[in-house]
């Protein structure tokens, strides 16, 4: 087996740890946490403590933590992660769902906030002495200290509900469902997405600028930048053709990890924007202690971390011939 | 270069095509015949014997018929207060043991087939199986069985007589199709695919659920009853209740069941939105435990001149009109005024800081100079209330009471916990007091359930253990007599007793006010399900639909 795939297979392996350990732990924090699942489910409904406790039996809740987590294996062996206690629907349909969203919504996010953060990074790295660039390296950190929900609120009161040019929340329009055609359904889809992705961008977007400012002082303080400047190269040019792409690198790991960061922690702006998201999704079934809804939803958050941490690192080795020699 | 240039283009491409679509291709109501309802919750299940959450009733009572509908104000004694649905007719047996209700030949499922007999039978037969495990199996408690005696009459039979008999079965059950469920296992009907797609035999069918987004129903053309005005009634999922507000001022939703906090004067300043004021069967309280065996609070409150004291402590008119403002009423009791039984003369335990200060001062609870607590046998008079996290109005008026209790010298230590550690701890009676929310229901007799004395492990929502024979008594008298004006009296008498023994501080009852788009004309909005006449709900002349 070449070294390339047998450190390719090496990641796998240790991402498929991480995930089961991830799992196991919130499998058995969950059960740590005061609250049966059932009992408050009862409590709203008015069950008896008879009908609880059969209910109890049913589902497997009566038997030893163990048995439940050997159980819970098995059954993600076999495919199946079980049904919500809330409302009884299989588990991989709900957070398969939702991470159509939190995906959509992560994607959406993280490419506004390499264009927004290399941009202004860059501009800002390599003309460290303009106004403007030190302007809107200003502006994005001062976005980057401002808390999530604020941003939010802040936007949604003012472009969604003052001026009305954008919804106030939701993933689509559900009438258009009926009277839109597939183009406005998707343009109906994107304009739901505007200020949920902008939000999480501006913060993200702000955090890359900063690194991208960096990456960039550095590099122009390197000989073979002095060397093409020497020889008459026009700075535009420099930048583009010999400053970027060594700059790249050191933003790779961020935004590799940007995604799966997203996928899973967007809860304040999911909730905000009502994006049905993972995050969300995992709030309320947290709070409503649906032991199955939990694992399923740490279980594909765990992998799509493990798969965008991968990813960074196949990206990096393929961006960086510097990784390379190091691994040949 | 081109990499960066192509990725700035793509970006601005999106958001143009975002930012131009069409304001008029979105937005409820801007579609004639959608009625959109916002809602901070899905709903749990659209078979009715599984739903537990007020969103899945919503849904349900629109799919499914019921034998009868109550009309508003709803009575619950007798058959006076209902009118035919699925049944034409009912007739009762000489000993009132038996009601045979006729169904509608016209009745017809979703699907096509005819709405028979052994539907109704099924369906009961569905909610009490201990498989189906149906958190409403005890509303049936004291029917014996449902028979068929034709393919379209029912016959209902009870092993006694009791005052809400026709009640009981017209009000709670809904009835589904057999010839669809008899074949589901009854322990993952959950599961099933009727679940999903459900059938009934409704003024609207089900047509699609998304879950945490939408769940949308078009309406029956070919309904016995008639089609309904609305074409579609759509319920938009937010993710909480301001989310949910926000979409009816925004225009994006037509209806909001309750409105709240400072979404309430926006509304009323809206020129497109109407607010409608409907009754409550909600009310709030400080529940004192009984049974406190540790801590600070333990036997506390076994006395009842303390319990009474702290309440005149309290001046409940201040804290409601502080934390509530004008949607809020100061509760009676563990009733609202809403309920026909109800004397909202009925004598209170009113507020008097002199009263409650001297009747501590005459239980040896003595103001200490310095601390300015209480004490009695060097022992504080000191407790914590537990108050769920996720209710802002309960944790003001958490803060509203301990700034009342302090100044008569009562250390009240406010604890906001997780909702899901609140009711742990309340079932567990690990708790001072807690600071609780319920819902009545419209029949009196549910009281005995809720804050009747504990039977083993079942304590409803009782969770101070209050335990008074003779309100427990007054309650089953009640409940089995049939004279109209008599059955009143002794709830009345028992209602007072609960009040006097004040196992609770009765904080507040708040004010269902609905946000309506003024294009829909509402009608029949119950305290017990407002709801329920949407089907006859319809637009009205054309107003303006645009954003104030």
Known sequence: ???????????????????????????????????????????????TASATDALRQQRGLNLPV????????SGIARGDLGTSIGNGQRVETLVAAAIRHSLLLGVAATVLATVLGVAVGSVEGWWATSRAARFSGDVLTALYAIPEFVLALALMFTLAYTFGWFPVGGVHDPILQYTGSAGDRLRDLLWHLVLPAVTLALGWGAAIARQQRRAVRDIVAEPFVRTAFAKGVPSTHVFLRHALRPSLPAIVASVGLMLPALVGGAVVVELIYSWPGVGSLLVQAIAARDYAVVNGAMLVVGIVVALGSLAADVLLYWLDPRVRAAHA | MRTTWTAISLGCAFLSVACSTPKDATGAGSVSGVLTISTPADADALIPPLVASTQGKQAVDLLFDMLAQPTAPIETVGDNGFRPQLATKWTWSADSMSIAFDIDPRARWHDGAPVRARDVAFSYALYVDPAVASPQASTFDGIDSVTVRDSLTAVVWWHARHPEQFFQVAYNLSIMPAHLLDTVARATLAQSSFASHPVGSGRYRFEQWTPRQALVFAADSANYRGRPQYARVLWSIAADPNAAALRVLAGEADVLESVRGDAYPRARAAANLQTVSYGSLDYAFMAFNFERSAGAARGLFTDRALRVALTQAVNRAAVVGNALDSLGNVALGPFTRAEPTVDTAM????????????????????????????????????????????????????VLLQAQLRALGVQLDVAPVEPGVFFARLQKGDFDAALNMWRSDPSPRALRQVWGSPRGRDIGGNFGRYRSPTFDALLDSAS????????????????????SDAPA??????????????????????ADAWWAEISSWHAGASTSSSKP
Request: no cysteine; aromatic share 8%.
């Open chain 2, 347 to 398: 004598e209170q335990i009113a507020f008097d800081s002199a009263a409650a200060a001297r009747t501590l001062d005459s239980l040896g609870w003595r103001v200490d100079a310095k601390s300015g607590v209480r004490s009695k046998q060097g022992r504080p008079l000191q407790f914590e209330v537990l108050v769920p996290s996720s209710s802002a109005t309960r944790q003001r008026v958490a």
């Open chain 1, 1 to 47: 087996m070449s070294h390339q795939r047998s450190r390719i297979l090496s990641r796998v392996v240790h991402a498929a740890a991480v995930v089961t350990a991830s799992v196991t732990l919130t499998f058995f924090a969950m059960r740590l946490v005061p609250g049966d699942p059932l009992e408050l489910a009862a409590e709203r409904a008015g069950r």
């Open chain 1, 66 to 73: 163990s048995a439940q987590y050997v159980r819970y294996l």
């Open chain 2, 505 to 526: 501080i009765w904080l507040y009852e708040p004010r269902n006010v609905a946000v309506i788009n003024r294009r829909v004309v509402p009608t029949g909005l119950r």
């Open chain 2, 480 to 499: 089995r007599t049939f004279n109209a004006a008599d059955r009143t009296q002794i709830f009345r008498s028992a209602y007072q007793q609960i009040v």
